[in-house]
Nanobody, 129 residues
Framework: QVQLVESGGGSVQAGGSLRLSCAASGYTISSSYMAWFRQAPGKEREGVASISGGGLFTPYADSVKGRFTISKDNTKNTVYLQMDVLEPEDTAMYYC??????????????????????WGQGTQVTVSS
């Protein structure tokens, strides 16, 4: 049974930083793409960042480029999202997602929610101005 458990969310002032973690069990994070998504109240889910199984490719949404960094530690089977220079517009529930090993969409579809089979429960990030 695959489980993805997010942690690290919280409340921070604009300009601050947070690091989210996604610990996977029943799934090997090097087997395929993993990603972070977010959804704010009344808005559609948005792909924020993804990372390929080998870690070579890390696409980002334009809204977070230069501020967020996705990484992973295969020895801990954990994916991270370092979020710097946070803005009130970053306020959302953040979700970790994992693709099946058969995923073949590459970078072009790695920020699409339909590419992912497994999802965590989410962690809330609130940025105040």
């Amino acid at each position: 049974q695959v489980q993805l458990v997010e942690s690290g969310g919280g409340s921070v002032q604009a300009g601050g930083s947070l690091r989210l973690s996604c610990a996977a069990s029943g799934y090997t994070i090097s087997s395929s793409y993993m990603a972070w998504f977010r959804q704010a109240p009344g808005k559609e889910r948005e792909g924020v960042a993804s990372i390929s199984g080998g870690g070579l490719f890390t696409p980002y949404a334009d809204s977070v480029k230069g501020r967020f960094t996705i990484s992973k530690d295969n020895t801990k089977n954990t994916v991270y999202l370092q979020m710097d220079v946070l803005e009130p517009e970053d306020t959302a529930m953040y979700y970790c997602a994992a693709a099946l090993g058969t995923y073949a969409g590459g970078r072009s579809r790695s920020l699409s929610g339909s590419s992912y089979a497994y999802w965590g429960q989410g962690t809330q990030v609130t940025v105040s101005s």
